[in-house]
């Protein structure tokens, strides 16, 4: 039977990736935070059929578009005191916003209004859960992390004791309200605490902060994390979760601080440097030519991708430095070493099955250094998350990390979490 003709379609939309893969896979991570709330798969296959291929001001254009449209509906709900609907919308805007966000490296006033539009959206839908998310702002190094808490929920919905607390630590591009559709969410749903934050490096953080930049002793944030939830209910058991380079500071600062019970890298990472040469190519890293953002800015897109430009400034920003090389030089300090040996606690790796080679060398090394029992969970294409994180599949994830968080908290050997 044809389900389209002429006269009648089941839908406009098209299910149509881009041939950047880089943009595909920002689109996957838009769409997979849907899984608990955060976006529509209409909603981003929509807006990316306005987007042209590889033009990273078309993707700030039309996300921030729906964006405020979203933020819209909200309001509209809000006066009517329609609360789940107003919350509903108020997530998805932050997301869309978020994602706006990401390609305006180039454009500090629309990088500061979407970072902070996002910030309030998730704010305002964080009071309308039941326990509300709370909104945190912890005392470090002068400045402020900005934190949500989110208290778990017992199966007919009421407030629980939690089982633990589950730390997020995000990557290069994280934010704490992202943090909270992959691991907040789903964690609280399972009886856990979840605290999400934006740490030095994180732009979430740095719109404050701009002076806190990613460091290499990341044990010394994470430390001031866990010190605003030790003495909490569920304080006494703390797990460490980091996503993407999130992982490696997580992995630092489990290689230090002795609270930490249990570690979730994914993927796992104990050398930024070399995994960052790996994601961008030996080919930038051995350039003998320095490179300043303000050299690229203007440069045409045919001479110099889009991405690449967007790249340098993102890199030279969150890093604290002035130029390419200069990140090359601080790069080196992001390396575990023998300190893998110190990480004692339980860990579990986990890794899409087509991330690579420098990937899968660094969960060996892991697995093989760590002083601790450390589980692998390698994820396949044809479960649909095979992807960096597992944006395509947050359930599967979440399943993978909570059950094998269960079996360590309850004092079992870790074992095959793939059930």
Do not use: K
Request: a negative charge; one cysteine or more.
């Amino acid at each position: 039977m044809a389900f389209a003709s002429s006269q009648m379609t089941r839908s406009v939309t098209r299910v149509a990736g881009f041939r950047d893969a880089e943009f595909d896979y920002q689109l996957l991570r838009a769409i997979g935070v849907a899984d608990y709330g955060g976006s529509t798969a209409g909603e981003c296959l929509a807006a990316a059929s306005s987007i042209v291929d590889g033009d990273t001001r078309s993707w700030v254009r039309v996300f921030g578009a729906l964006a405020d449209r979203v933020e819209v509906w909200a309001d509209a709900c809000l006066d009517r005191r329609r609360l789940v609907s107003a919350r509903d919308h108020l997530l998805r805007a932050s997301t869309y916003h978020r994602t706006a966000e990401y390609y305006a490296e180039d454009d500090p006033v629309t990088l500061e209004m979407r970072g902070r539009r996002s910030r309030a959206c998730f704010t305002r839908a964080a009071e309308l859960f039941d326990p509300p998310i709370e909104a945190l702002s912890i005392p470090f190094d002068g400045g402020l992390l900005p934190a949500y808490l989110v208290h778990p929920v017992g199966p007919r919905g009421a407030a629980a004791e939690p089982r633990g607390t589950v730390v997020a630590v995000g990557g290069f591009d994280a934010s704490a309200e992202e943090l909270f559709f992959q691991l907040g969410a789903p964690g609280a749903t399972r009886g856990w605490q979840v605290l999400v934050f934006d740490g030095p490096g994180h732009a979430g953080c740095m719109r404050d902060n701009p002076g806190m930049v990613f460091r290499p002793d990341y044990d010394a944030p994470v430390a001031a994390v866990i010190d605003a939830v030790s003495a909490r209910p569920g304080g006494e058991t703390v797990v460490l979760a980091g996503l993407s380079q999130g992982a490696y500071f997580a992995a630092q600062a489990a290689s230090v601080d002795a609270r930490v019970t249990a570690l979730v890298l994914d993927s796992p990472v104990v050398d930024l440097y070399r995994y960052f040469e790996a994601m961008i190519g030996p080919e930038v890293f051995r350039m003998r030519r320095d490179i300043r953002p303000q050299d690229v800015e203007g440069v045409p897109w045919d001479l110099l991708p889009a991405q690449m430009v967007w790249g340098i400034a993102a890199v030279c920003r969150r890093f604290g430095v002035g130029s390419l090389h200069a990140w090359l030089r601080r790069l080196d300090a992001f390396r575990l070493g023998e300190a893998v040996g110190r990480i004692s606690c339980p860990a579990l790796a986990l890794r899409g099955e087509h991330e690579g080679a420098e990937v899968d060398r660094q969960a060996a090394a892991l697995a093989a250094g760590a002083s601790g029992p450390v589980t692998e969970r390698v994820f396949a294409m044809d479960e649909g998350a095979d992807a960096h994180s597992q944006v395509g599949n947050l359930r599967l994830a979440a399943q993978v990390i909570y059950d094998w968080l269960d079996d360590v908290v309850a004092g079992l050997t870790p074992g095959d979490s793939s059930s």
